[in-house]
Every structure is written in structure tokens, then in C-alpha cells.
């Protein structure tokens, strides 16, 4: 993805708003970010709004060497959603990813999210293939990966391959699958 300025990366899709992530709503985060959120992520249950603040300053850094970028997402009412991401820029083989806060399921954003963020790769950057994975109790997030062609990696058997992840915080893992996103 080449010229990166805050005004080309913005991103907007028919009923959502992508801005680059910043402490405009970092209260809401905070509030949002429970336990039913986190339990599908690698990302724990903030203690304090600082741990939110942390994340905040270290996902400016990796946009600045071009390694992930985190939206801040909101609908067209202005209203937050939550957030999105592009990581590993640097690779043949970015990921892809969202949370949404519980009040905003069920209305198509995830999807809408997810497929913005693949035509901004298919537009902008050469790759292998883009990189979704699913906790695999997480019903939504997998049937969003299917929607949108992503292929379920399989194991020798021909089983859904489980991936083990670990919380960054290392309190707890939990199982994954992973799909992959070929350019179209």
C-alpha cells in the first residue's frame, strides 16, 4: 500500500465510516470492551483505561513502519461500531479483523467491515492471500469468512484445521480456524 496519508486512508463503505485509530473514543472502547466482547479475541479485558491508552500509542507505531493499521469505526449515523484492522502489511499474507461492540451484532457491520477491508487490499497491495480467523465458537465471524469466499483451512484428514491462540496477556488461549482470502 503505497502513499499513506490520513485522507487515503480513510475508508468508507455504504452504511460505515473508517477512521485511523485515535483517543477520540477511547471511553467508549473502554466501556465496550467486556468480557463477552474479548472472549472471541486475542485481546484481554482491559483492568484500567490506561491498558486501552497503550494500545492506542503502539498501534500509531506499527501504522508508522507500515506493519498494521487499527480503524475506529463508526455507522452513518456518526454512532461508534468499534474497530477494525489490517495487520502485517509487510507480508504476502496480511490479516484481517474486527470486534464489534455487543449492541452493534446482528446488523450486517461485520461483514460490511470485513469486505471494505479486502477491496482496500485488492485495491492497493499485491498479496498472496489475506489472512481471517475465527475463534471457532464464533458462529458470526465464521459465517462472515464464508460469505466472502474465504477458504477454511483443512488439516491431512480433511478436518477443519485448529489453530491453539494465546490472549497477548497470555491469561488464557483459546481455538481458532483459519480462512484464507484469495485476491479475485
Not at 36 to 54: C, D, F, G, H, W
Not at 100 to 126: F, P, Q, T, V
Request: proline share 2%; charged share 35%.
Amino acid at each position: 500500500m503505497k502513499n499513506r496519508t490520513q485522507e487515503n486512508i480513510h475508508l468508507t463503505t455504504e452504511k460505515l465510516q473508517r477512521e485511523l485509530l485515535s483517543r477520540k473514543y477511547i471511553q467508549e472502547i473502554f466501556k465496550e470492551l467486556t468480557d463477552e466482547v474479548t472472549k472471541y479475541l486475542r485481546v484481554p479485558t482491559p483492568k484500567n483505561i490506561e491498558q486501552e491508552e497503550e494500545w492506542i500509542k503502539k498501534s500509531k507505531e506499527t501504522y508508522k513502519k507500515w506493519e498494521n493499521i487499527n480503524f475506529i469505526v463508526t455507522d452513518d449515523a456518526g454512532d461508534f461500531i468499534w474497530t477494525c484492522w489490517l495487520m502485517d502489511l509487510n507480508t504476502s499474507t496480511p490479516e484481517i479483523g474486527l470486534r464489534l461492540k455487543e449492541s452493534a451484532r446482528g446488523k450486517g457491520y461485520g461483514k460490511e467491515m470485513i469486505a471494505g477491508l479486502i477491496k482496500r487490499l485488492e485495491a492497493h497491495k499485491k498479496f498472496e492471500y489475506i489472512i481471517y480467523r475465527a475463534h471457532v465458537e464464533n458462529v458470526a465471524t465464521n459465517k462472515i469468512a464464508k460469505s466472502l469466499g474465504g477458504e477454511l483451512q483443512l488439516d491431512e484428514q480433511w478436518n477443519a484445521k485448529i489453530f491453539t491462540e494465546r490472549k497477548f496477556d497470555k491469561s488464557s488461549s483459546f481455538e481458532s480456524v483459519e480462512y484464507r482470502i484469495y485476491k479475485k
